[in-house]
């Protein structure tokens, strides 16, 4: 939980009742002789409001009879007040390799941590402001990773929506820990109206490759000035 308190509540079962102490890591925060009203031995509920501390907080509540005979019970509550940390990785475009545009596939990747109780989920907002949940990387083939470039854990695969203007696009994206507690952040992808560079997949051996693009210059030594065989 991310609360600074919790309502600690049991069940005493003694007829010869004389004394209920709370403890938190065994130090008392509570202690009574006295049956609420409304209650009645033998069997009567009780409930204490108990502050935390960060991090483990073990809570013992002990009953003690007339003649000095006591029984007890735990529980262990974790206080996490500590929003997890978002890191945007880079924007993968599979066709456009540094842009897209509307239509076109893109990869949002994020690095979420945290370390008190751990990553419960991680968010995409779409454009009409409901809430999608990041896939694992690890829970996908390696092959999809290997041919998308990605490196980060949680990995969002969307295109670019209809009406997008050329420019930056801003998406909202969110993490929620275990506690409750939620980070925010955004995403970003670039939006052209014609793509300046083109991905392309290679298979085994040779690859007859051809340019999607028109050049406006025809000469050959300057079409392949930069590019190099690769093995």
Do not use: C, H
Not at 145 to 170: H, K, M, R, V
Request: hydrophobic share 40%; proline share 5%.
């Amino acid at each position: 939980t991310s609360s600074g308190s919790i309502s600690v509540t049991g069940t005493v079962n003694e007829l010869n009742f004389n004394t209920l102490v709370v403890t938190l890591n065994d130090k008392q925060v509570y202690a009574s002789s006295t049956i609420p009203v409304g209650e009645a031995a033998p069997t009567w509920d009780f409930s204490v409001q108990v502050a935390l501390f960060e991090g483990v907080n073990t809570i013992v509540a002990t009953v003690t009879d007339t003649p000095g005979r006591s029984g007890s019970d735990s529980t262990t509550v974790r206080r996490d007040s500590t929003e997890p940390v978002i890191t945007v990785g880079s924007t993968v475009y599979p066709v456009g390799q540094v842009s897209a545009r509307v239509g076109d596939m893109f990869i949002a990747q994020l690095g979420v941590t945290d370390a008190a109780s751990g990553v419960a989920t991680v968010e995409w907002q779409n454009p009409d402001t409901t809430w999608e949940e990041f896939t694992v990387a690890s829970e996908l083939p390696e092959a999809i990773i290997d041919q998308w470039g990605t490196t980060d854990a949680y990995l969002f695969p969307t295109s670019i929506p209809s009406g997008a203007a050329a420019g930056t696009y801003t998406f909202n994206v969110r993490a929620t820990d275990a506690a409750g507690n939620t980070a925010t952040s955004t995403v970003t992808a670039l939006v052209v109206d014609t793509l300046s560079a083109y991905n392309t997949y290679l298979m085994p051996d040779y690859n007859l490759i051809s340019l999607p693009l028109i050049p406006d210059d025809e000469d050959i030594a300057d079409l392949f000035d930069g590019i190099t065989e690769l093995e």
